[in-house]
T-cell receptor, first 114, second 113 residues
Framework: KAGVTQTPRYLIKTRGQQVTLSCSPI?????VSWYQQTPGQGLQFLFE???????NKGNFPGRFSGRQFSNSRSEMNVSTLELGDSALYLC?????????????FGQGTRLTVV | DQQVKQNSPSLSVQEGRISILNCDYT??????FLWYKKYPAEGPTFLIS?????DKNEDGRFTVFLNKSAKHLSLHIVPSQPGDSAVYFC????????????FGIGTKLQVIP
């Protein structure tokens, strides 16, 4: 079956702009989580959605938001981009919510803010 | 505050030898632990997990050991192969409700042929 698909793979934006990233989970998976990966910081949890509802949120400013659609596809939005937002953004899907279940990651979207 | 710590940013091991990757955690509520492997330009892939009711879980060449009293877990790879060269992330979560997964910063393993 198809894996987790993230689009676009690469993105270059200017400081102050906004960006929307997309994630299509594995068919049948209802949980989608988003992570930010930067050098030296590992994977920082952004938020998790299950059945169109945000179930958990990490310690990121309100400029980072997301949503999940009825088909479980998810989008993440970052407004008023800052240079420090440059990172690899990873999406992961799983059958159930929370941490006691294997997550399947997409290849990520590499965002560069200039 | 890093609740999951991987204190070794990198590790080099000869092919055929044992690789031991370590992970410490501070949150006593964590009771489920996972290891993920990540190759460059790819997303992390699940490797092995362990519940706090166990102290060891084995899957082929990969074994995870959990020492709850020390809040420490380790991943053993025996024998190590060049294809194992990747970044390994330790992750932890607490059971019950919508609990997020907390990742460490990763350890880069290089297996030298």
């Amino acid at each position: 079956k198809a894996g987790v698909t993230q689009t676009p793979r690469y993105l270059i934006k200017t400081r102050g702009q906004q960006v929307t990233l997309s994630c299509s989970p594995i068919s049948g998976h209802r949980s989608v989580s988003w992570y930010q990966q930067t050098p030296g910081q590992g994977l920082q949890f952004l938020f998790e959605y299950f059945s169109e509802t945000q179930r958990n949120k990490g310690n990121f400013p309100g400029r980072f938001s997301g949503r999940q659609f009825s088909n479980s596809r998810s989008e993440m939005n970052v407004s008023t981009l800052e240079l420090g937002d440059s990172a690899l953004y990873l999406c992961a899907s799983s059958l159930l919510w929370g941490g006691e279940t294997e997550a399947f990651f997409g290849q990520g979207t590499r965002l560069t803010v200039v | 505050d890093q609740q999951v710590k991987q204190n070794s940013p990198s590790l080099s091991v000869q092919e055929g030898r044992i690789s031991i990757l370590n992970c410490d955690y501070t949150n006593s509520m964590f009771d489920y632990f996972l290891w993920y492997k990540k190759y460059p330009a790819e997303g992390p892939t699940f490797l092995i997990s362990i519940s706090s009711i166990k102290d060891k879980n084995e899957d082929g060449r990969f074994t995870v050991f959990l020492n709850k009293s020390a809040k420490h877990l380790s991943l053993h790879i025996v024998p190590s192969q060049p294809g194992d060269s990747a970044v390994y992330f330790c992750a932890a979560s607490a059971s019950g409700g919508y609990q997020k997964v907390t990742f460490g910063i990763g350890t880069k393993l290089q297996v030298i042929p």
